[in-house]
T-cell receptor, first 113, second 113 residues
Framework: GENVEQHPSTLSVQEGDSAVIKCTYS??????FPWYKQELGKRPQLIID?????GEKKDQRIAVTLNKTAKHFSLHITETQPEDSAVYFC????????????FGTGTRLTIIP | NAGVTQTPKFRILKIGQSMTLQCTQD?????MYWYRQDPGMGLKLIYY???????DKGEVPNGYNVSRSTTEDFPLRLELAAPSQTSVYFC????????????FGDGTRLSIL
């Protein structure tokens, strides 16, 4: 089955600086890579996703890049703000057709004012 | 739309007791999922369903059962609660059609003592 590794487990950045979270996956057949944000005590919420036919996707201050050859993808947050503080999870789809996601172990991002 | 609704929000069980975690969605999604999230960890898939009457095991199904008699409801049953099942349980739903975003409920925090 799919295995997703996520680094770092914790990350602290000064407000206004950029944050980068990296994930690697094992199954070359995986074709969908979402990122979820989970604030303390809340539900995970999708913030951005990318499919394997695209190398980069951007949504305002958030971007995701995908390197299929190396089997890794990254989340980039620019101009960080205090409300960006949360746990971020990457995930990869296991099979096309039933969309089972395998999640990474999460990165706790803290924005220092 | 209420989205995905989970009940109860909190529950304490004694070892050996049984209970059902309820999950209902009003988005007419065919795909539904149950995850557990242990402290500092990612989401592990317990069971999933691609439609009414169809269920399948995920990564960590032991000690749990599910049913899917309607499109809206996907209850998770714990028959003999064990301390290892202390966790936060999330239900999610997804529109059919090739890796769509998963919508999560608010979770059920379950403690087995």
């Amino acid at each position: 089955g799919e295995n997703v590794e996520q680094h770092p487990s914790t990350l602290s950045v000064q407000e206004g600086d950029s944050a980068v979270i990296k994930c690697t996956y094992s199954d070359s057949a995986s074709n969908y890579f979402p990122w979820y944000k989970q604030e303390l005590g809340k539900r995970p919420q999708l913030i951005i996703d990318i499919r394997s036919n695209v190398g980069e996707k951007k949504d305002q201050r958030i971007a995701v890049t995908l390197n299929k050859t190396a089997k890794h993808f990254s989340l980039h947050i620019t101009e960080t703000q205090p409300e960006d503080s949360a746990v971020y999870f990457c995930a990869a789809s296991d099979d096309f057709g039933n969309e089972k996601l395998t999640f990474g172990t999460g990165t706790r991002l803290t924005i220092i004012p | 739309n209420a989205g995905v609704t989970q009940t109860p929000k909190f529950r304490i069980l004694k070892i050996g007791q049984s209970m059902t975690l309820q999950c209902t969605q009003d988005m007419n999604h065919n795909y539904m999922y149950w995850y557990r999230q242990d402290p500092g960890m990612g989401l592990k898939l317990i069971y999933y369903s691609v439609g009414a009457g169809i269920t399948d095991k995920g990564e960590v199904p032991n000690g749990y059962n599910v049913s899917r008699s309607t499109t809206e409801d996907f209850p998770l049953r714990l028959e003999l609660a064990a301390p290892s099942q202390t966790s936060v349980y999330f239900c999610a739903s997804e529109r059919e059609g090739g890796n769509q975003p998963q919508h999560f409920g608010d979770g059920t925090r379950l403690s087995i003592l």
